[in-house]
Protein backbone atom coordinates (compact mmCIF):
# COMPACT_ATOMS: atom_id res chain seq x y z
CA UNK A 1 0.00 0.00 0.00
CA UNK A 2 1.87 3.17 1.59
CA UNK A 3 5.04 1.78 1.46
CA UNK A 4 4.86 -0.11 -2.26
CA UNK A 5 7.41 1.24 -4.44
CA UNK A 6 5.65 3.11 -7.70
CA UNK A 7 6.71 5.02 -10.54
CA UNK A 8 6.81 8.23 -10.19
CA UNK A 9 3.58 10.66 -10.03
CA UNK A 10 3.42 14.38 -11.03
CA UNK A 11 -0.12 15.66 -9.42
CA UNK A 12 -1.56 19.09 -10.76
CA UNK A 13 -4.59 19.70 -9.09
CA UNK A 14 -6.79 21.65 -11.70
CA UNK A 15 -6.40 25.80 -11.98
CA UNK A 16 -8.60 28.02 -10.18
CA UNK A 17 -11.97 28.37 -11.02
CA UNK A 18 -14.74 31.24 -10.19
CA UNK A 19 -16.36 28.81 -7.48
CA UNK A 20 -13.10 28.59 -5.61
CA UNK A 21 -12.74 32.19 -5.21
CA UNK A 22 -16.42 32.36 -3.70
CA UNK A 23 -15.42 29.52 -1.59
CA UNK A 24 -18.17 27.10 -3.14
CA UNK A 25 -17.57 23.51 -2.89
CA UNK A 26 -17.39 22.41 -6.00
CA UNK A 27 -17.26 17.94 -6.03
CA UNK A 28 -19.01 16.65 -9.43
CA UNK A 29 -20.65 20.37 -10.32
CA UNK A 30 -18.79 20.81 -13.53
CA UNK A 31 -17.36 24.45 -13.51
CA UNK A 32 -14.34 25.80 -16.17
CA UNK A 33 -11.43 27.78 -14.86
CA UNK A 34 -11.68 31.39 -14.68
CA UNK A 35 -8.80 33.80 -16.48
CA UNK A 36 -6.26 33.04 -13.45
CA UNK A 37 -6.90 29.34 -13.82
CA UNK A 38 -6.05 29.41 -17.28
CA UNK A 39 -3.15 31.42 -16.42
CA UNK A 40 -2.22 28.97 -13.86
CA UNK A 41 -2.85 25.90 -16.16
CA UNK A 42 0.04 27.15 -18.44
CA UNK A 43 2.25 27.80 -15.94
CA UNK A 44 2.34 24.27 -14.70
CA UNK A 45 2.45 23.14 -18.39
CA UNK A 46 5.87 25.50 -18.76
CA UNK A 47 7.04 24.00 -15.31
CA UNK A 48 6.43 20.12 -16.34
CA UNK A 49 8.63 20.77 -19.43
CA UNK A 50 11.71 21.86 -17.90
CA UNK A 51 11.87 19.31 -15.54
CA UNK A 52 14.94 16.92 -16.54
CA UNK A 53 13.48 13.89 -17.41
CA UNK A 54 10.04 14.56 -18.47
CA UNK A 55 8.82 13.21 -21.35
CA UNK A 56 5.94 12.47 -23.66
CA UNK A 57 5.81 9.01 -23.57
CA UNK A 58 4.66 9.08 -19.84
CA UNK A 59 1.11 8.09 -19.07
CA UNK A 60 -1.27 11.46 -19.05
CA UNK A 61 -4.47 11.03 -17.17
CA UNK A 62 -6.81 13.45 -16.22
CA UNK A 63 -10.34 13.69 -14.16
CA UNK A 64 -13.55 14.11 -16.83
CA UNK A 65 -14.60 17.55 -15.53
CA UNK A 66 -13.24 20.33 -17.58
CA UNK A 67 -11.83 22.25 -15.25
CA UNK A 68 -9.22 19.27 -14.87
CA UNK A 69 -9.67 19.01 -18.69
CA UNK A 70 -8.37 22.54 -19.20
CA UNK A 71 -5.67 22.36 -17.17
CA UNK A 72 -4.69 19.26 -18.94
CA UNK A 73 -5.17 20.60 -22.44
CA UNK A 74 -2.25 23.17 -21.22
CA UNK A 75 0.08 20.41 -20.82
CA UNK A 76 -1.15 18.33 -23.62
CA UNK A 77 -0.27 21.26 -26.14
CA UNK A 78 3.67 22.26 -24.42
CA UNK A 79 4.28 18.56 -25.21
CA UNK A 80 2.02 18.34 -28.57
CA UNK A 81 0.40 15.38 -27.40
CA UNK A 82 -2.37 13.44 -29.41
CA UNK A 83 -5.72 13.22 -27.33
CA UNK A 84 -5.26 9.52 -27.84
CA UNK A 85 -2.06 9.91 -25.48
CA UNK A 86 -4.52 11.38 -22.84
CA UNK A 87 -6.51 8.88 -20.57
CA UNK A 88 -10.32 10.54 -19.47
CA UNK A 89 -9.97 8.74 -15.75
CA UNK A 90 -13.31 8.66 -13.68
CA UNK A 91 -11.02 7.25 -10.88
CA UNK A 92 -9.38 10.82 -10.18
CA UNK A 93 -12.68 12.93 -10.65
CA UNK A 94 -13.60 14.86 -7.64
CA UNK A 95 -15.58 13.53 -4.67
CA UNK A 96 -18.83 14.23 -5.20
CA UNK A 97 -20.29 16.93 -2.06
CA UNK A 98 -24.00 15.62 -2.45
CA UNK A 99 -26.59 18.34 -1.67
CA UNK A 100 -23.66 20.55 -0.26
CA UNK A 101 -22.42 21.18 -3.97
CA UNK A 102 -22.71 24.82 -4.89
CA UNK A 103 -23.28 25.94 -1.35
CA UNK A 104 -19.94 27.94 0.67
CA UNK A 105 -17.58 26.04 3.00
CA UNK A 106 -17.93 27.99 5.77
CA UNK A 107 -21.67 26.86 5.90
CA UNK A 108 -20.59 22.90 5.94
CA UNK A 109 -18.12 23.64 8.47
CA UNK A 110 -20.64 25.23 10.99
CA UNK A 111 -23.30 22.65 10.27
CA UNK A 112 -23.72 20.07 12.96
CA UNK A 113 -23.48 17.17 10.59
CA UNK A 114 -20.10 17.91 9.88
CA UNK A 115 -17.64 16.40 12.28
CA UNK A 116 -15.42 18.75 14.53
CA UNK A 117 -12.76 16.21 14.48
CA UNK A 118 -10.20 15.71 12.02
CA UNK A 119 -10.03 11.60 12.26
CA UNK A 120 -13.55 11.41 11.99
CA UNK A 121 -13.88 13.39 8.77
CA UNK A 122 -12.15 10.55 6.43
CA UNK A 123 -15.27 8.19 6.80
CA UNK A 124 -18.25 11.20 6.93
CA UNK A 125 -20.45 10.81 3.95
CA UNK A 126 -22.54 14.03 2.38
CA UNK A 127 -26.41 12.99 1.17
CA UNK A 128 -25.81 11.77 -2.18
CA UNK A 129 -21.98 12.16 -2.15
CA UNK A 130 -18.66 10.62 -1.29
CA UNK A 131 -16.11 10.35 1.68
CA UNK A 132 -12.57 10.02 1.87
CA UNK A 133 -12.67 6.69 2.36
CA UNK A 134 -14.70 6.38 -0.35
CA UNK A 135 -12.50 8.12 -2.67
CA UNK A 136 -9.15 6.58 -1.30
CA UNK A 137 -10.56 3.24 -2.52
CA UNK A 138 -10.77 4.20 -6.00
CA UNK A 139 -7.60 6.29 -6.21
CA UNK A 140 -5.77 2.79 -4.42
CA UNK A 141 -7.37 0.92 -7.33
CA UNK A 142 -6.55 3.11 -9.78
CA UNK A 143 -2.78 3.07 -8.43
CA UNK A 144 -2.83 -0.74 -9.19
CA UNK A 145 -2.92 -0.22 -12.90
CA UNK A 146 0.49 2.34 -12.88
CA UNK A 147 3.17 0.91 -15.04
CA UNK A 148 5.08 3.86 -15.68
CA UNK A 149 5.43 7.67 -14.60
CA UNK A 150 2.15 9.35 -15.20
CA UNK A 151 1.10 12.92 -14.90
CA UNK A 152 -2.49 13.06 -13.26
CA UNK A 153 -4.40 16.31 -13.27
CA UNK A 154 -7.39 16.16 -10.92
CA UNK A 155 -9.21 17.86 -7.79
CA UNK A 156 -8.40 18.99 -4.41
CA UNK A 157 -10.48 16.70 -2.39
CA UNK A 158 -9.29 13.18 -4.60
CA UNK A 159 -5.86 14.46 -4.63
CA UNK A 160 -5.65 14.20 -0.85
CA UNK A 161 -6.16 10.74 -1.23
CA UNK A 162 -3.73 10.12 -3.94
CA UNK A 163 -1.18 12.57 -1.53
CA UNK A 164 -1.89 10.27 1.74
CA UNK A 165 -1.75 6.80 0.02
CA UNK A 166 1.43 7.32 -1.62
CA UNK A 167 2.99 9.62 1.35
CA UNK A 168 1.70 6.99 4.12
CA UNK A 169 0.00 9.84 6.04
CA UNK A 170 -2.44 9.35 8.22
CA UNK A 171 -6.45 10.13 8.04
CA UNK A 172 -6.23 13.11 10.41
CA UNK A 173 -3.70 15.07 8.12
CA UNK A 174 -5.49 13.44 4.89
CA UNK A 175 -8.05 15.88 5.44
CA UNK A 176 -6.42 18.87 6.60
CA UNK A 177 -3.76 18.64 3.51
CA UNK A 178 -3.46 21.87 1.76
CA UNK A 179 -4.28 21.70 -1.83
CA UNK A 180 -2.30 24.21 -4.17
CA UNK A 181 -3.57 25.44 -7.36
CA UNK A 182 -0.42 26.85 -9.61
CA UNK A 183 1.74 24.18 -8.32
CA UNK A 184 2.86 20.36 -9.18
CA UNK A 185 3.61 17.69 -6.58
CA UNK A 186 6.16 15.05 -7.43
CA UNK A 187 5.17 11.50 -5.73
CA UNK A 188 7.36 9.30 -5.78
CA UNK A 189 9.75 7.58 -3.09
CA UNK A 190 7.07 7.92 -0.19
CA UNK A 191 7.42 11.43 -0.42
CA UNK A 192 5.30 14.57 -1.63
CA UNK A 193 7.09 17.15 -2.83
CA UNK A 194 5.50 20.55 -4.34
CA UNK A 195 6.57 23.09 -6.78
CA UNK A 196 5.26 26.51 -7.86
CA UNK A 197 5.09 26.69 -11.22
CA UNK A 198 4.30 30.20 -11.03
CA UNK A 199 8.12 31.00 -9.86
CA UNK A 200 9.51 28.09 -12.15
CA UNK A 201 8.07 30.00 -15.15
CA UNK A 202 8.73 33.36 -13.75
Given at each position: MANR???PIYFVRHGETDWNVQGLIQGWTDIPLNPK???QASAVARALTAVPGFSPDFAFVVSPLQRARQTMGYIAEALS????QIA????????GFGEWEGKPFW???ASPI???HPEDRYAWRPTNGESYEDGHIRINQWLDTLDRPTVVVAHGAIGRCLIAE????????????EMRQGFYCRLHGGKAEWFDATADAA
Open positions: QRPGHTLEPPIEPAVTELELKYPAIAGLPRRDLVEL
